[in-house]
């Protein structure tokens, strides 16, 4: 009986190859009383730190192939090492809305109307704002603010948010109208 045996598969990584999405791995079924340790690597490098069953991407690691190298030992056994194969290459992590943006202010000619930028998966680096009257784009209403004007009364006015983080596919979302 060897330490071979105490893997009965070969060691995969499993999970969505994207920027925030949570990857693990897998080895099979190890008899009771091995030790496993786990070392995350992009293009075959390690990562610092990436020492656990499950690593996240990074930013760092979009467009890039990860694979994770398991160790296992156990008294009287010799120890072994297996590598996964690399994954596809990491792709753009997806934001998702939590909470959409809403508009605070009062709707009073001269008055100012204020975006909140919602609640984000991820939060976002930065945000981008559009302001809408009656559907249309504002001309240079692209600030976070927007000064509520005679033009504006009786219209729908509502703000897009845009928002963008470093190695996630950027996201629009409308705040509800007023």
Do not use: C
Request: aromatic share 8%; net charge positive.
């Amino acid at each position: 009986y060897t330490v071979l045996d105490l893997f009965n598969h070969k060691v995969k990584v499993t999970g969505t190859t994207k920027v925030g999405s949570k990857l693990k791995a897998e080895t099979g079924k190890t008899p009771s009383g091995t030790k496993k340790s786990y070392r995350w690597m992009r293009d075959g490098k390690s990562i610092k730190g990436a020492t656990h069953s499950t690593y996240t991407p990074t930013a760092t690691d979009l467009n890039r192939r990860l694979s994770v190298k398991v160790s296992a030992s156990k008294s009287g056994f010799v120890s072994l090492s297996k590598t996964s194969s690399k994954t596809a290459k990491i792709g753009k992590g997806s934001l998702k809305i939590k909470k959409y943006p809403a508009i605070s202010g009062s709707h009073k000619t001269g008055k100012t109307l204020n975006a909140k930028s919602g609640t984000w998966s991820a939060k976002p680096d930065k945000y981008r704002y559009q302001w809408y009257r009656n559907g249309a784009a504002i001309s240079k209403a692209s600030k976070s603010s927007y000064r509520f004007s005679a033009r504006d009364h009786g219209k729908v006015i509502y703000v897009k948010v845009t928002a963008h983080k470093k190695g996630y596919a950027s996201k629009s979302v409308n705040s509800r109208v007023r």
